[in-house]
């Protein structure tokens, strides 16, 4: 950031031009007693020099990724990203353009944007998927809506325990002043209790809502819940908080989901203290309609050459104005690129083989734990690349002695899950190394290594 002073002769200068004689006759529309008499009280100003040591300074307070042994998950992974993905959406004509409304001149955005869909279908096992939402947390929220604007007289949705708590409270928040009802399901051995969930379905259910892999880190059977949910004639809504499972497991789509929904940080995008992110939203062709947000579709111009165009767009500011499926006003276009980007570099077998590493990995930690004296696994059901520990010592007591030794341990469940207040959630991707691990182990074990 650079300092562009103005001189008095420059100052004097735009007054001119717009003709005001002092620079305070531009604040004569505010009443005289809501203006500020006395100076602020602030402290001197500074030159750019002590500035940015200042800054330098502050920054360094934070906890470094590089320097640091990072185990957390819950919702944000650290996944390694290709120096690709920065350099191409720096270049100009990504990062400056801004939303697609003139496709004569927008081809190359409306172009990556379809191709976001397409990876995101062809990894959800869905139909359609719509141009990105805000975040994983928003999008499951709108899913929500979407299921009961389909459902139209149901207003009763089922919402699993194990979704993640960030996920419910978002859709608790969408649905504050609405007619409709949440009822959370209890969790099983980590996964939603199928028996609790039989007997609520009714005419009165318009789905119901669960993760993939859950907020435990535990993979849900899909095809018993979206079989009891289909009974009811009800959703299925998945929400998927670590879409790099998807690349191991069966797809939601596959196994009988309505809508799948989710954040897409994992791919390409930095953790960046907790945003932005990126959220997708999928659906069957019978929902097309009703999905927020916008859609792109591919066509041919008068020249029969391959084109892009806005297909759908079902937003206030649009023609449907209240009839608008959502208020969703814009989407995350350069995060959708920078997914599109890491998908495309991976492609499907290589984005294999690092969800097999992040399985491996994951397992492998979790064994040497359980071993621990004092250490449990409070749930058997299978997990991808996190799992829940319960800890022999108070979890912020553990966690405050591991962060001397510079490891983040995990997310501590218990102010969202009571009676799990032992539970600590640990997560290992690729950037976790062999020796990482074996220090955590060491630590947790008490000693150091």
Not at 73 to 96: K, M
Request: glycine share 8%; with cysteine; charged share 20%.
């Amino acid at each position: 950031m650079r300092y562009l002073p103005h001189t008095d002769a420059d100052i004097k200068q735009m007054l001119a031009t717009i003709g005001v004689a002092a620079t305070e006759a531009l604040f004569s529309g505010i009443p005289a007693d809501s203006r500020l008499t006395h100076p602020m009280e602030l402290p001197p100003g500074l030159a750019e020099s002590d500035i940015l040591r200042e800054l330098r300074r502050l920054a360094a307070k934070n906890a470094q990724i590089a320097d640091w042994s990072s185990f957390l998950g819950g919702g944000a992974y650290n996944h390694f990203i290709p120096a690709v993905v920065d350099h191409l959406v720096s270049r100009s004509e990504f990062y400056t353009a801004y939303t697609p409304y003139q496709p004569e001149i927008s081809q190359g955005t409306l172009q990556g944007i379809f191709e976001f869909q397409t990876m995101i279908c062809q990894l959800t096992g869905m139909d359609m998927a719509n141009a990105s939402m805000y975040d994983g947390a928003s999008a499951c929220a709108e899913a929500v809506l979407l299921a009961v604007r389909a459902a139209k007289k149901r207003s009763r949705v089922l919402l699993s325990a194990a979704l993640h708590p960030h996920y419910r409270q978002t859709i608790a928040t969408y649905c504050r002043y609405l007619d409709i009802e949440l009822i959370t399901i209890d969790t099983s051995n980590g996964v939603t209790a199928l028996e609790q969930v039989e007997p609520l379905l009714d005419e009165r259910v318009a789905a119901l809502v669960v993760g993939y892999p859950n907020y435990f880190g535990c993979i849900e059977d899909l095809s018993a819940l979206a079989a009891a949910a289909h009974s009811a004639d009800a959703r299925l809504i998945t929400a998927v908080a670590e879409p790099l499972a998807l690349a191991l497991y069966k797809s939601p789509g596959e196994l009988g989901a309505d809508i799948v929904v989710g954040e897409g940080q994992s791919f390409g995008l930095p953790l960046s203290y907790g945003g932005p992110g990126i959220g997708f939203f999928a659906v069957r062709n019978k929902d097309m309609r009703l999905l927020p947000g916008r859609l792109v579709g591919e066509t041919v111009d008068l020249d029969g050459k391959r084109s892009f165009v806005l297909t759908l767009a079902t937003r206030e500011q649009h023609i449907r104005r209240e009839k608008a499926t959502s208020n969703i006003c814009s989407n995350q276009g350069m995060c959708a690129l920078m997914v599109s980007i890491y998908l495309a570099l991976h492609g499907k077998q290589g984005l294999r083989q690092l969800a097999e590493i992040n399985y491996a990995r994951s397992h492998w930690l979790r064994e040497q734990i359980a071993n621990l004296d004092g250490f449990a696994l409070p749930f058997d059901a299978p997990v991808f690349n996190e799992f829940v520990v319960s800890c022999p010592e108070p979890v912020a007591a553990l966690k405050k002695r591991l962060e001397q030794q510079k490891i983040l341990a995990g997310v501590a469940i218990g102010r969202d899950y009571p009676g799990l207040e032992s539970g600590l959630l640990i997560c290992t991707t690729e950037q976790n190394s062999r020796q990482q691990m074996e220090q955590l182990v060491a630590a947790l074990a008490g000693g150091t290594q």
